[in-house]
């Protein structure tokens, strides 16, 4: 028997209505390129997005045709983010940080017709240009003051110019659910990236399920900061999150800087707000050097790396901001797990615990760990195995690519324990896991200690190549400026934190860890420059 329900497809635009309608004077406030701060309502993206879709429109641009943007968080490209889709049409949000040949590559790849650019990549899209013969409009983010008077792009558009042509007429088209409404890119560590195309449907699941209070917990009283680009996998989700609940939304455009940073969020009095591990650094540096204090912000969402539990400590027992750490991936739109309080009167030893391993799924997700033969493994928080995932907003298959489901489910490549709280925690990326003598040793806890001695401010893990145990761990340490710290110092600082067969056969000191285009440490290339360290019987 059916029932007699309505049946309303779950539309990125929906969201975008509902803000306008029900929260249309909450205010976005966004940091342009120039540094000055742009401020309007819902109600004002809402109208300036139906305005773009017109011009998307008259440009020729149909439904399912790629756009794509290289830009930074700022409320044009949030426009873009409900205009694109809204209109049927796919949103490719390409990260600027990437080398401009793997660009070209990924442009191609996605067929982008149109691409949108914040004013500070016109050099970048200048020298692109001629390698994306499919891109037929080129469009730049600002008014025509911000036009370059010579250019290189042919028929380069303004992004005012085209809104201003239109009014604020356009209806939004009644789409199916499952239409594409943006792609987004691995970064590519290793081999070429792979496109996930998400859907109208996932795209909502995904965000009712962030702004759950064991989520995201993102409310109508928040005031929310993503740090994590609009090009690092839809910004987490926040900029729809917002938008479903009516939170106010602080789009802090390229100074990512710690000054710059503190001084928005205390200005806009944000109180919740999300990005990388290395991100924070920079940020609790800043706040630590200058004795400052958050006075509004409560909530960070840290992610895309693992949380270093000094990290943890500092923001919750020094700074009283509460960590939420979050464990995702591109193909999983990223939500997969969240770090939450289990219960009330939990032991804060136990809590504290819990709170750094990456954490339990919300609905709508499932995950399992798997041995070598593909056998799922107990929850007793010791068996560890391959993680694999599936649900509502878990890739099925890559743009134009295979499906990588085994069974399934989605092997996410990375290894893991689940405990009987149904608590996971990541122990390391298959690929960079350190296989000493057969036996997994985790980079993961690692980096984790070494980072807890006050002299280190980064630390990478890496297996190197050994004569008898096949690979033992390696440890390459930036120290903090000004700071004093010796090979052998380090090492003691192990004795009785972690088995002893897992202590790093030796530490590198360097001046910086290679960063890739989400701020993670590139491991791969430290592997390849350190990995014969230990066959050298100079070391
Ligand atoms: P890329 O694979 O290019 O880095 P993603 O941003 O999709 O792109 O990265 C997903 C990966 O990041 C995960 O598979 C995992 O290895 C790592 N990751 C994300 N969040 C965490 C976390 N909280 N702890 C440990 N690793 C994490």
């Known amino acids: 028997m059916q029932a007699h329900m309505m049946q309303q497809p779950l539309l990125v635009s929906s969201l975008l209505r509902h803000a306008e309608r029900h929260h249309g004077d909450q205010q976005v406030v966004s940091r342009g390129v120039d540094g000055g701060l742009h401020r309007y309502s819902f109600r ?74 914040d004013p500070t990549f016109l050099p970048l899209v200048e020298a692109l240009a001629p390698r994306l013969p499919g891109v037929r409009h080129f469009v730049l983010m600002g008014d025509r003051a911000q036009l370059p008077a010579d250019c290189a792009i042919g028929g380069l558009l303004c992004y005012e110019d085209l809104i201003a042509a239109h009014d604020d007429t356009y209806a939004w088209p009644l789409l199916d659910e499952n239409a594409a409404s943006s792609l987004c890119y691995t970064s590519g560590t290793t081999g070429d990236p792979k496109g996930v195309l998400f859907s109208h449907r996932s795209t909502l699941l995904h965000t009712f399920a962030s702004a759950l209070p064991d989520t995201l917990n993102v409310s109508a009283a928040d005031c929310v900061l993503p740090v994590v680009p609009m090009f690092h996998v839809n910004a987490w989700g ?73 990290m943890l400590a500092e923001f919750e027992d020094e700074l009283d901001v509460r960590v939420l750490h979050a464990w995702g991936m591109t193909e ?28 339990r799924c919300p609905f709508g997700v499932d995950m399992r760990v798997v041995d070598a033969a593909g056998a799922e493994l107990p929850w007793d928080g010791r068996s560890a195995g391959e993680l694999q995932v599936r649900g509502h907003w878990v890739v099925q298959s890559y743009f134009g690519g295979a499906s990588p489901l085994a069974d399934g489910w989605f092997p996410t490549g990375d290894v893991a324990h689940i405990d009987a709280e149904a608590c996971m925690q990541i122990t390391d990326r298959a690929k960079d896991v350190i296989k000493s003598g057969g036996e997994w040793i985790g980079s993961i806890e690692i980096e984790n200690i070494a980072m807890a001695h006050p002299a280190v401010a980064m630390a990478a893990c890496i297996a190197a190549r050994h004569p008898k145990w096949d690979e033992r761990p390696l440890l390459i340490v930036v120290r903090k400026p000004g700071a004093e710290l ?45 990995q014969d360290h230990l066959l050298c019987p100079a070391n």
């Open 238 to 310: 926040l900029p729809y999150a917002a938008c479903m609940v009516g939170a106010k939304l602080v789009l802090p455009g390229p100074q990512l800087d710690g000054a710059s940073l503190y001084a928005l969020f205390e200005s806009e009095g944000v109180t919740l707000s999300a990005g990388v591990p290395t991100v924070w650094q920079g940020l609790l540096a800043h706040v630590r050097g200058q004795g400052l204090r958050f006075t509004s912000m409560r909530r960070t969402i840290v992610g895309g790396a693992a949380c270093p539990p000094r």
């Open 44 to 117: 004002d993206l809402a109208r300036r997005a139906r305005q773009l879709a017109a011009a998307l429109g008259a440009l020729g641009l149909e439904r399912g045709d790629r756009v794509g943007t290289l830009a930074w968080n700022g409320h044009r490209h949030l426009e873009l983010y409900y205009a694109v889709s809204g209109a049927g049409a796919v949103l490719h949000t390409l990260n600027p940080r990437l080398h401009a040949d793997q660009l070209a590559w990924i442009a191609e790849h996605a067929d982008d017709r149109a691409l949108f650019f």
């Open 332 to 359: 999983l739109s990223p939500i997969g797990t969240v770090s939450a309080p289990r219960r009330n009167g939990e032991p804060a030893a136990h809590r504290r615990a819990q709170q750094a391993k990456q954490g």
């Open 486 to 530: 010796t090979r052998a110092e380090l090492l003691q600082f192990f004795a009785g934190r972690i088995a002893k067969w897992w202590t790093p056969d030796d530490v590198i000191f360097t001046e910086s860890i290679p960063l890739g285009a989400t701020g993670k440490m590139l491991k791969h290339l430290l592997r390849a420059q350190y």
